[in-house]
């Protein structure tokens, strides 16, 4: 059961509870997460993320419109990295959709 509560008549998620409800549905939707944040949850640099794709052991970049120019991680696959960044190996759907050629 959802925690909530009750301000000036409206019911709210308790903020505890917050931050689980939004990761959850950004988990579910497949949400795209951006490299600076890819930074802080992983911490590993941009460089290091970098190298880390060529090498096929992190997730592969999206590109978000036609230009190449806006890039982002699917959550779900950086879900799956921090669960086991020794054994992860990059999806064949993410080898085959991005381009990753310049940064």
Request: glycine share 4%.
């Amino acid at each position: 059961m959802l925690k909530t509560i009750e301000n000036n008549g409206v019911i709210l998620i308790d903020p505890q509870e917050e931050t689980k409800v939004v990761a959850e549905l950004l988990l579910r939707m497949n949400a795209f997460i951006s490299i600076p944040t890819a930074e802080i949850a992983t911490t590993m640099s941009e460089a290091m993320q970098y190298r880390e794709r060529n090498e096929g052991r992190f997730p592969q970049l999206v590109n978000l419109n036609h230009h190449g120019r806006r890039k982002a991680y699917r959550i779900q696959e950086l879900a799956k990295w921090l669960e086991d960044p020794l054994n992860y190996q990059c999806s064949d759907e993410d080898e085959n959709l991005v381009d990753d050629g310049d940064e």
